[in-house]
């Protein structure tokens, strides 16, 4: 029987944020128990709110948005890597066995943080030199289990430049929890946004 494992952070008002992102909220705007005759809701958010895909357009001034990535590359086959530090550098990476991977997600310890509504600025993330390893090596897709690919702060943000310019699909604040490293066919459906940057997503790996 298939085991399908939910990647998805849970979206709620005391969740997890980037510093400056619009916080999640949602309202009933009609309720049953106020004489209406169904619920219904309204919600509000940043686009890189919870777990999201970040497209081409995030840093590519008049890229591809959300709604122009490659279904194609945010479903298929996926390798979990687990790695022991937070630096995803070019030499974390030739140590692993990425031969065929095109979609990588990195289990570090970032992922038991996501759960902390606390923000902790020393999170996992791609290096420079990583990011153009990974797109050298032909990765399509990249995901990460914290809220940015890039360092906190890093000078020109050059994980996102390197690999959004050269067209892999990023998603970041996937949890990976328990999950045990290996392979898993991926399915990420990120909210169909007209021309956004970015729209969160519900993902989920298949064992
Ligand atoms: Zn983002």
């Avoid at 919870?50 to 194609?72: E, K, L, N, R, S």
């Avoid at 996926?78 to 990425?98: P, T, Y």
Wanted: charge should be negative.
């Amino acid at each position: 029987m298939d085991t399908i494992i939910d990647i998805t952070m849970p979206l709620h008002s005391d969740m997890l944020l980037y510093p400056g992102s619009p916080p999640f909220s949602v309202e009933q705007y009609r309720s049953i128990s106020s004489g209406d005759t169904s619920n219904n809701s309204r919600f509000s958010m940043g686009t890189h709110v919870g777990t999201h895909v970040d497209a081409p357009g995030h840093y590519v001034d008049g890229g591809p948005g959300i709604d122009m990535v490659d279904p194609a590359i945010l479903i298929g086959p996926c390798r979990v890597f687990d790695l022991a530090g937070k630096q995803i550098s070019a030499a974390v990476l030739r140590g692993l066995d990425m031969a065929g991977v095109t979609r990588a997600l990195f289990r570090t310890p970032s992922s038991d943080d996501l759960a902390d509504p606390e923000f902790n600025p020393d999170f996992a993330h791609v290096t420079g030199d990583g990011a153009e390893y990974l797109a050298e090596m032909g990765v399509k897709l990249v995901g990460v289990d914290y809220l940015s690919l890039d360092r906190y702060k890093a000078p020109g943000h050059p994980a996102h430049h390197t690999l959004l310019g050269a067209g892999v699909a990023v998603i970041e604040g996937v949890v990976l929890s328990g999950v045990e490293p290996g392979d898993y066919e991926l399915i990420c459906c990120p909210l169909k946004i007209a021309g956004a940057e970015a729209a969160p997503a519900r993902v989920f790996l298949r064992r």
